[in-house]
């Protein structure tokens, strides 16, 4: 069986009703979301996210985890700015070394642009994988609901839920590294953004964050159990979304009550898309040693 790699298209939704002006301000906070992520994967990029053409961006992961991932956290920070995506599970036939994404082709791009093509915002479908094989009807289900859950959010349930994928990132096997050096900045310039887009002044979680470097150590951003083994033998939901510890250490950077954040994350159903994020990746592992549907 060929090796099988996992390519990731992206786009503004709606993009035509940007101003100039408008266009210039997200494409600015997409590079940034954009150089940050790159670092954090680069485990698992093979093909670092670049601009393709206009609005459009698209990388090649060693994963399809690696992939969703991406996009995971990419749609939470452009909030409330809206996407859609298309991740493609399969060969990687034109293979051009020392070239970027846009000089590589093969069929895990193919399978990616199928997919982005065929979302359907208004069915609950922003995101959708292709790999054709058994697995893309549920796990398309399931990223399609945790989508939706992240999209319709509040500006202060957002930050709080992005402060708790840095604080109690969601993955399973060390895709994610953070550079740490950079994590204050890009949470301060989510904050800049979010003041621009909702023209608001009054206060939001972002504006008052407190992260120092012993906060951001690898051993507390890794995550807090592990996920996969956590799902023992037996088990028939999960639960692993919701760790202890982070409606406390998110109160303690953002200098709000702990009441409040657990509120604000309740409401917001985020531990359930936590949780939905997880299982999509349990669905996904070894995705790529899958035959395909005839």
Avoid: C
Avoid at 196 to 202: A, E, G, L, M, T
């Amino acid at each position: 069986m060929e090796q099988k790699y996992a390519a990731l298209i992206m786009d503004l939704r709606n993009s035509r009703s940007y101003s100039d002006s408008d266009r210039y301000l997200i494409q600015n906070h997409m590079i940034q979301a954009i150089n940050f992520l790159n670092k954090a994967f680069y485990k698992n990029i093979l093909r670092a996210v670049d601009f393709s053409a206009g609005d459009e961006i698209q990388g090649l992961f060693s994963t399809a985890e690696s992939a969703y991932l991406f996009y995971r956290l990419f749609s939470i920070y452009l909030y409330p700015i809206k996407i859609r995506a298309g991740i493609g599970v399969g060969t990687w036939n034109l293979q051009i070394s020392n070239r970027g994404t846009t000089s590589q082709d093969g069929q895990a791009y193919h399978y990616a642009r199928h997919a982005i093509n065929s979302t359907d915002d208004t069915e609950g479908y922003p995101a959708l994988l292709y790999s054709n094989t058994q697995k893309d009807v549920v796990l398309n289900t399931i990223i399609g609901g945790a989508s939706t859950i992240s999209e319709n959010l509040s500006v202060n349930q957002n930050q709080l839920f992005l402060a708790t994928e840095i604080l109690f990132p969601v993955y399973l096997d060390s895709e994610i590294e953070w550079p740490l050096d950079l994590i204050e900045e890009l949470l301060t310039e989510k904050s800049r953004f979010d003041h621009k887009v909702f023209q608001s002044n009054r206060d939001l979680p972002f504006d008052h964050i407190d992260l120092t470097l012993d906060q951001l150590e690898p051993e507390r951003t890794h995550p807090k159990e592990n996920f996969y083994k956590q799902l023992k033998q037996g088990a028939f939901f999960i639960t692993s979304g919701k760790q202890r510890g982070i409606q406390s250490e998110l109160a303690n950077i953002l200098a709000i009550k702990r009441q409040t954040v657990a509120r604000s994350l309740d409401s917001g159903n985020i531990y359930i898309a936590r949780n939905m994020a997880l299982a999509a990746l349990y669905d996904m592992k070894n995705i790529e040693r899958l035959e395909e549907l005839s």
